[in-house]
């Protein structure tokens, strides 16, 4: 880990290319994207949150299987190539948010997380639990996708990522593992309403 990169860092790689990372067309991409929707689950759900949608790669599969989705960037060129993606249907949107931050409405039924933790720092992640614990529905899912592997440009390391992302909302979670490769997790985590002692 020599380099991380920031937002300025992803607002360059999108304005340089809309598909920085390949994510619609490399094969293993296309399995992550599927495993997300499994996660999501094979019924239209209500107010879906994504963070940190990149260019856009997972948002129109989402919308597709929403009722309601904020899609969320925090760099402007991202939020762009969102709302290119998600205009065809009008309960979609794409609006910016730096993390950590307030997502736009107080409560959500699903929240997608893929691709971003890693990419904060460890308080940063902890703030962004806590909000996203807050946000989400007694019953309701988060869906976080992540390498296993670490890439030079992270700010913590990959393993393990998912478990102390939820151990720091101080939540108790049913959690199931959607799809599992050498490179890549899917973790489908559904709240259970309790708390945990801390």
């Known amino acids: ?13 999108f304005a340089g290319d809309d598909d920085p990372w390949r994510t619609f067309t490399a094969r293993d991409e296309a399995v992550k994207r599927a495993a997300i929707l499994h996660a999501i689950g094979h019924r239209p759900v209500g107010r879906v949150l994504e963070l ?3 260019n856009e790669s ?3 599969a989402i919308a597709r299987m929403a009722l309601r989705l904020d899609a969320t960037e925090g760099t402007r060129e991202g939020v762009d190539l969102t709302a290119r993606a998600v205009a ?15 997502p736009p409405r107080l409560v959500y ?3 997608v997380i893929a691709e971003i933790l890693y990419y904060l720092s460890a308080r940063e ?11 989400l529905r007694p019953g309701g899912i988060i869906v976080l996708a992540h390498h296993r592997i670490d890439f030079y440009d992270f700010v913590q390391h990959a393993a393990g990522i998912h478990a102390r992302f939820l151990a720091e909302t101080g939540r108790c979670w049913t959690v199931r593992t959607a799809r599992r490769t050498g490179r890549w997790v899917v973790t489908a985590a559904r709240a259970d309403g309790m708390t945990r002692s801390r």
Not at 1 to 13: E, N, V, Y
Not at 88 to 102: D, N
Request: charged share 15%.
């Open 1 to 13: 880990m020599t380099s991380p990169i920031d937002l300025a860092g992803f607002a360059a790689k």
């Open 109 to 111: 039924d699903v929240i």
């Open 52 to 54: 940190a949608s990149g």
């Open 125 to 135: 992640m902890a703030r962004v639990a806590r909000e996203m614990a807050a946000r």
């Open 88 to 102: 065809a249907w009008p309960r979609a949107c794409a609006s910016l948010l730096v993390l950590p931050g307030q």
């Open 58 to 60: 997972n948002s129109a």
